[in-house]
């Protein structure tokens, strides 16, 4: 929860660099008109083998030319034990089993809505949010005209053939806001959800194309994404119109506290993002031909890493005075204005913060410019077809330890260690796998080898007979459920697990409940062991009390030689709040006079160790501060001790993740080495300092705690502790609360400090912004920079600080 106050085809093929055969690898053979469907027929892979022969290894998928994607084809059997009605109740719906044709001509609106609504699922009926409602709506290879918006309501995700991505085409005569939107208004602006706890939605694998759509008409916009954290867009085309008074936009979105989104392609428009949101990451985005590539009317942070533009009057356009940009690896070709900002600095943050690296331009005139005056910030290219790289630009308060001075020039290069970069020489963009050259008979299901989900039965010992049976060669797939465990799950290295509709594995019971005796409940992988882990759309918890439970310990290795194979995409850490937890607000009431044993929900969400690599998309570490499924988002006191923390030597990147509300910090680096992370964002808990850091908790030195605690005894927002090459790419820290009271932040001090960095680390960080912070970083926890220096609007920002041994 935050603040409430903020309010080509052909292309798409170059875009992914995947490290195995089980990246994703989107065949785009199929035409924006569709081109024929297959039939709906479920399929049932024949059984699959008792166990792995031996040496037998996964190898690359098997699935023949014109064959739908697995998911279309494999047996369907998740269930959501806590929903009202749980017999009956179907997670995973296929659009044409309501109705829809698919043919470019039938309208498919209702068809296609109908899946989303059936059997009461969380909407527009005074539900704000739930878990008890998860829905996989799948779209077959298609064109699906509509007439109107789809709404996708709180726990969706749509997701097309990966194969054969379909299209949805607006109708000449559509009405709406945008074709897919999650929040639409209603009387008197009324929306169903806040946008800054709208959380768990997923779009994949789609071509949205508008250009039936009158040119001039408002009604051509292809998203409306208002969103929090767990969101994402993946693997998306949009198609607008070219004409000189086009208006069409690809995605639309004025509020909100996201979130992720990548591997989307916008061809044509008016503006192909026109985004307003606390903060974002966007990874490997291709905007063609558009009258505006970006507009943004309001920001916190937002991070663009691996940025294309071709051939548009202005790449990014930044119509607000305050908020932050940092874009990495970006090409900009064929377009006069690469940034522009509202006005002239002068002198101060009046313009908002910029931070640019290896940034390559042709045939870009002006690389940063005043849309107010004119005025030239940095030159672009000179000559035609004569590149131009910018190596570490800045606009903004630019820091060396304590001293700091505003800047609108070249700085120091910044730090890129090699293990980060791939072959290109940019940081390692890895989209989310989807395993869509896979034959349904390379997987197997937890449910038809003995794993129940029902939120009961102990599910321990039926997933590691089939992690033990089937991880070097089969991809397993983790039916829709919530699955009990009582002790440690080990997750071998090489596993690709694979959930539905964020399948729950959940730790509970005594195993996981000494805090002076903290246990794993899910072990991915282990020292010495190498091979491509990979795990999407799960859901990592506990069952409470667990105040001894480590959630995740990720020891995988890559393969040497690879880079990025290992990771977690679409995957979350998410404790208390929700239906399975036993920590939900009638239980763990906010603002209790004491912490209650009973709502300790964890150790340590995610610990990296010393010999791991890893690369996490889109991940979510959340102690609940509400509830999700009870009582319309009432607030609760839950307490987890520690966010992540990473030991790791690396190569590690952190791309979109967050980690909020935990006792004693959100990130902890020890000992740390070659870490990318861009953006980062984080929430101290709002119960604080009631109890004070580290309570209930203790400090634990065996997992290098740190010590001491900010001001009153508040969480660290990041610890960096004897750490080299961490490169923090965009960060949005954020203090709200104190005590549950918002009355500090007219005094923009909930916080006395966030960041703490010790003399021995060598660190850069980048586009930094805090929320009602005193000071924004420290060294040894003695205040260096301070948020009266760097006001930016509701936030406060320093565009650069390095500390290099």
Known sequence: MRSFIATSIVALAAFFNVANAGGLDVNLGVGLHGGGHHPHHPHHPPPSPAVCPPGKTLGPGTAAPGEPFWMEKIKHQGKSPFNPNPQDYKVFRNVKDFGAVGDGVHDDTAAINAAISAQGVCGRNGCRSSTVSPVVVYFPQ??????????????????????????????????????????????????????QTNFHRSIRNFIIDLRQVPSNSAAGTGIHWQMAQATSLINIVFEMSK????????????????????????????????????????????????????????????TYQDLKINNCEIGLDIAHTEGAFAIVDATINNTPIFARTPRASNGTLSSGSLMLNNIRLKNVPVAVGVAETGAVLLQGTTLPNLPKVIDTWAQGNVY?????????????????????????????????????????????????????????????????????????????????????????????????????????????????????????????GEKGKRGITEITDIVFTTSGPAPGAIIVEWNAED?????????????????????????????????????IAACQAAFLSLHITKHATGYFEGTWVWLADHDLDIHGEAQLSAYSGRGILSESHG??????????????????????????????????????????????????????????????????????????DIVVYGA??????????????????????????????????????????????????????????????????????????
Request: charged share 15%; proline share 7%; net charge neutral.
């Open 732 to 805: 949005g820290l954020y203090s709200f609360f104190d005590k549950y009271s918002q009355d500090c932040i007219g005094t923009r001090s909930c916080q006395a400090q966030t960041i703490n960095i010790d003399q021995a680390s060598d660190i850069e960080i980048y586009s930094l912004s805090t929320v009602s912070t005193v000071s924004m970083l420290s060294l040894n926890a003695e205040g260096v920079v301070h948020d009266a220096d760097n006001l930016n609007g509701f936030a406060s920002t320093m565009t650069a600080w390095r500390r290099r041994k």
């Open 559 to 595: 393969p040497v030689g690879v880079k990025g194979g290992s990771g977690m995409w679409d995957t979350h850490i998410r404790t208390a709040g929700a239906a399975g937890t036993n920590l939900e607000s009638n239980i763990c009431p906010k603002l209790s006079d004491s912490p």
């Open 243 to 302: 004409a000189p008074n086009t208006a069409h936009q690809g995605i639309w979105m004025e509020s909100g506290s996201g979130g992720f989104m990548g591997d989307l392609v916008f061809n044509g428009g008016k503006h192909g993002i026109w985004s307003g949101n606390q903060q974002f990451t966007v990874r490997n985005v291709t905007i063609n031909d558009a009258k505006t590539a970006i507009f943004s009317i309001w920001n916190w942070g937002w």
């Open 400 to 524: 060396k330890n304590r001293n700091g001075q505003f800047v609108q020039s070249n700085i120091p290069s910044m730090n890129r260690p090699h293990s980060l970069l791939d072959s290109s020489g940019k940081f390692v963009s890895r989209g989310h796998p989807q395993y869509e050259n896979y034959d349904v008979s390379q997987f197997v299901s937890v449910r038809d080898h003995g794993a129940v989900g029902d939120g009961v039965t102990d599910d321990t010992a039926a997933l590691q007979n089939i992690l033990n049976k089937f991880s070097s060669c089969k991809i397993i797939f983790v039916d829709a459920g919530f699955y009990v465990v009582t002790d440690t799950l080990k997750v071998p290295a090489g596993t690709r697990l694979v959930g539905e509709a964020w399948s729950v594995i959940a730790g509970k019971g005594p195993k996981f409940q000494k805090m002076n005796k903290p246990e794993v409940v899910v072990k991915v």
């Open 142 to 195: 298609g064109t699906y005209l509509v007439s109107t918006s789809i709404y996708p309501i709180y726990y969706v995700q749509l997701i097309g053939d990966a194969r054969n991505p379909p299209t949805i085409l607006a109708a000449p005569n559509f009405q709406g806001l945008a074709v897919i939107d999650p929040n639409p208004y209603g009387d008197g602006g009324a929306q169903p959800f806040t946008p």
């Open 651 to 724: 190569p590690v990147w952190m791309v979109g993740t967050a980690s909020e509300h935990h006792v004693m910090y959100q990130y902890n680096l020890v000992g740390a080495k070659d870490h990318y992370m861009g953006l980062i964002q984080t929430e101290s808990p709002y119960f604080q300092p009631n109890p004070p850091a580290p309570a209930p908790f203790v400090v634990n030195k065996a997992y290098n705690d740190p010590d001491p605690f900010p001001g009153v005894a508040s969480s660290w927002a990041l610890n960096v502790d004897r750490s080299k």
